[in-house]
């Protein structure tokens, strides 16, 4: 890339009519890449009043930028480079951020309600607060994010990592919690005598799912550590994607239910599940013993 600055008019365009939203007045490179014009023109919009909302800000280099309190609503930022970023109480409303990396960004108080985060890499944001009613999560990179006090009615987690992360009195309605019970318990229909086990295991803070190897997850680890068998010939089928896996892998060891901590958290709703089974299925108490 040149030494050379040169000052450079960039139109910006509206997502949903391709016209021309602003133009700003940029000063870089000639040659610099677009994404890095991009993420120059959102700061000159920001100091201008441009409105930023419904723009097209796709593969905008944003890392490390000063987004507090910015009305980006509509706006599609997928693929976008927002490490570090600081969105705190940023207005995202139905915004796209598909694929977009947010690793380590703060999100806290931010408005993301029907935003799109399919894909997005947002391990180690601060989300705490932010509200993800009807937001879009699937596939999403959550490891060891901060969600506690966070909205998640009505959002879609499915295949999301949420590795690590802390949902210590988040919003979580039954819709987005079925899919990992449910889940749950087709497990534990495959291992139910094993589940007293898995009970007193969860209360002892014995779950910890980083010490099984490959593709297995903490919990069908601890179901075949209850039977004194292999994960293998339990599970062959074991995938550490599926939503009950992905929920424990939330809990480390030594979390136990009920400690104000992101895996005490799973570990009591985990907890609650099981033993919601055991009363359903009549699993006596002593059977794995």
């Not at 014009?37 to 000063?66: C, I, P």
């Not at 009807?134 to 966070?150: I, M, N, P, T």
Request: proline letters at 2%; glycine letters at 10%; charged letters at 30%.
């Amino acid at each position: 890339m040149s030494d050379t600055q040169a000052v450079e008019k960039l139109e910006v365009r509206n997502r949903w009519t391709n016209r021309v939203q602003f133009t700003a007045e940029i000063t870089c490179a000639p040659d610099a890449a677009i994404g890095v014009k991009l993420g120059l023109a959102v700061q000159w919009a920001r100091k201008s009043g441009a409105v930023l909302s419904d723009a097209d800000l796709s593969d905008a280099d944003l890392s490390d930028a000063d987004l507090s309190g910015a009305d980006l609503s509509g706006a599609d930022l997928s693929d976008a480079d927002l490490r570090r970023a600081d969105l705190s109480g940023a207005v995202l409303r139905r915004a796209v951020l598909r694929d977009a990396d947010l690793s380590d960004a703060d999100l806290r108080r931010a408005v993301l309600s029907g935003a799109v985060l399919s894909g997005a890499d947002l391990s180690g944001a601060d989300l705490s607060d932010a509200d993800l009613r009807r937001a879009d999560l699937s596939g999403a990179v959550l490891r060891g994010a901060d969600l506690r006090g966070a909205d998640l009615r009505r959002a879609v987690l499915r295949d999301a990592d949420l590795s690590d992360a802390d949902l210590r009195r988040a919003v979580l309605s039954g819709a987005v919690l079925r899919g990992y019970k449910a889940d749950f318990f087709m497990n534990l229909l495959r291992a139910r005598d094993e589940v007293p086990y898995l009970i007193a295991a969860l209360k002892e803070g014995r779950v910890d799912g980083s010490q099984y190897e490959g593709e297995c997850a903490c919990l069908v680890g601890t179901l075949a550590n209850g039977r004194g068998a292999s994960y293998h010939d339990m599970f062959p089928d074991a995938y550490s994607g599926n939503p009950a896996e992905q929920w424990f892998l939330m809990i480390r060891k030594g979390d136990k239910p009920g400690d104000d901590t992101g895996g005490g958290f799973a570990s009591q709703k985990a907890l609650e599940w099981a033993e919601e089974f055991q009363l359903l299925m009549g699993v006596e108490e002593s059977a794995a013993a």
